[in-house]
């Protein structure tokens, strides 16, 4: 098992709150995280059908049992319980009783707006860190094969085949968490819309293309990319609104929280067919921008990552909103520095003015470098890059 950057935060929150909540994608480590953080708490889990059953059937009964609190894994899966719970912090409002995790956001955040509003905090976890990844296991991996590998703990700590896993991942999904939704009916057409996300990382993404291209209607395409976002599979990444004159991109990005996943879903076979693939510079892209993802959520923080584009062409990757001043960054997953790498963030500069913060590039390279107006990165010191995120 690793540690976790979000452990301390989690803690944190359970002093304060009756009730926390641990939401994130499928096998992103909700559960480990929560009896790591809680070694002394019972764990119910709601995927054994007779806990399952009892859940629904008894809610007072199992609330019961647990006096001193638990962690209930999976909660979604029981929606009638969230009522019961309201009822039981109320009764007793000691701090951190029910440590509650889900993996379906459009569930579980639905019934905690109904039943727990005011008593829940709630913190989203997604897979590993770059910087919680030991060292002895990543200090001879390439950029492609941690492309290639992405970041679910079940693949560091096992050594798994990304490959292999990520099928399996992929079709657990469909099964679990895609079935029952009314929004979906055939299971086989979702994945080949999720195929065409992939395709479409590090750009800009209309629904009706990609419905189109399904051969879905937009609505639907609309709605099965609600679904993607909504189970964490994917984020959207909208532009900043500060225009500077400019007439302004509309349409948001989409990017995979985990880089790995969208390498499967674009048929990558292995890190050396990664190294000359034509999205692999939108993935190393889609790898900055999890990482600093990661960094917010695990520090309890609000997603405040934006990108910004102008109709004539010009573009920065990422922009950190940090009130007064605009932090910028670009990813350049070439491992040669070269003067093209800072002609955007330099003209984003000059056209933002006294809104500009600091700048920086992150490349594919080895050795960081300072130049008077930016910083430059290596791949595997975006760790400290995500410090300055959360600061």
Known sequence: MFNRNATEKLRDLARQFRVVGV????????????????????????????????????????????????????????????????????????????ILTGSQNFLLMERIAQSLAGRIAVMTLLPLAWDEIPEDRTAARSLDDVLFTGGYPEIWWRGSQPGDWHNSYIATYLERDVRNLKQVHDLGAFQRFMKLVAASVGQPVRASHLGMEAGVTGPTAQAWL????????????????????????????????????????????????LSVHPARGFL????????????????????????????????????????????????????????????????????????????????????????????VIPWRRVGRLAGRVVA
Request: contains cysteine; aromatic residues 12%.
């Open 23 to 98: 939401i994130g994608p499928r096998q992103s480590g909700k559960s480990t995280l929560a009896t790591l953080a809680f070694p002394d708490k019972p764990v119910v889990k709601l995927e054994s059908p007779d806990v399952l059953e009892y859940a629904v059937r008894d809610p007072r009964g199992l609330l019961s049992t647990y006096r001193e609190g638990a962690i209930i894994d999976e909660a979604q899966r029981a929606p009638e319980l969230f009522s019961y719970l309201q009822g039981d912090v109320d009764d007793d409002r000691r701090p951190g009783r029910f």
């Open 226 to 273: 609600s679904v993607l976002e909504a189970s964490f599979v994917v984020t959207l990444l909208r532009p900043h609104f500060k225009n500077f004159r400019k007439r302004l991109v509309k349409t948001p990005k989409v990017y995979f929280t985990d880089v790995g996943l969208a390498a499967r879903l674009l048929g990558i076979q292995d890190a050396a067919q």
């Open 284 to 375: 190393f892209e889609n790898w900055v921008f999890a990482e600093l993802l990661k960094a917010r959520f695990n520090a309890g923080l609000d997603n405040n990552l934006w990108f910004w584009g102008v109709y004539s062409g010009d573009e920065v990757d990422l922009i950190v909103d940090q009130g007064q001043h605009l932090m910028s960054i670009e990813c350049k997953s070439g491992a040669t520095v070269q003067d093209a790498f800072f002609a955007g963030l330099r003209r984003w500069r000059a056209l933002a003015g006294e809104a500009a913060g600091p700048s920086f590039v992150v490349y594919g390279g080895a050795e960081p470098q300072t130049r008077s107006d930016l910083e």
